[in-house]
């Protein structure tokens, strides 16, 4: 498994913007190597979902972040990044970063987002 480590989680007012990184000491994130990144949020009391996800074709994002929230890589190819933008109450939770590579999934440990109204 990879290490991977999350940051920049805090709390905001809504219609606020927060960044978080995912790192992944010792290692390149490549898509183009085959790596799929995603990230991911549980909110208390709920099943963790998918928020966004990236893959060497394809872009995916949950319906309730579309147009919000934006999946990218840093240009030292070591931070898989989420720019979340006009964030709401309902955005609250805690935010995994995932990496998926040669059949093996890593969880980083989540970074809290709490978004107040």
């Known amino acids: 498994q990879v290490r991977l480590v999350e940051s920049g989680g805090g709390l905001v007012q809504a219609g606020g913007s927060l960044r978080l990184s995912c790192g992944a000491p010792g290692t390149i994130l490549s898509t183009f190597r085959g790596d799929t990144m995603g990230w991911y949020r549980q909110a208390s009391g709920n099943e963790r979902e998918l928020v966004a996800m990236?893959?060497?074709?394809?872009?995916n994002y949950a319906d309730s972040v579309k147009g919000r929230f934006t999946i990218s890589r840093d240009n030292n190819k070591k931070m898989v990044l989420l720019q979340m933008n006009d964030l709401r109450p309902e955005d609250t939770a805690v935010y995994y970063c995932?990496?998926?590579?040669?059949?093996?999934?890593?969880w980083g440990k989540g970074t809290l987002v709490t978004v107040s109204s």
């Open positions: 995932k990496l998926d590579r040669y059949g093996m999934t890593s």
């Open positions: 990236a893959s060497r074709d394809t872009t």
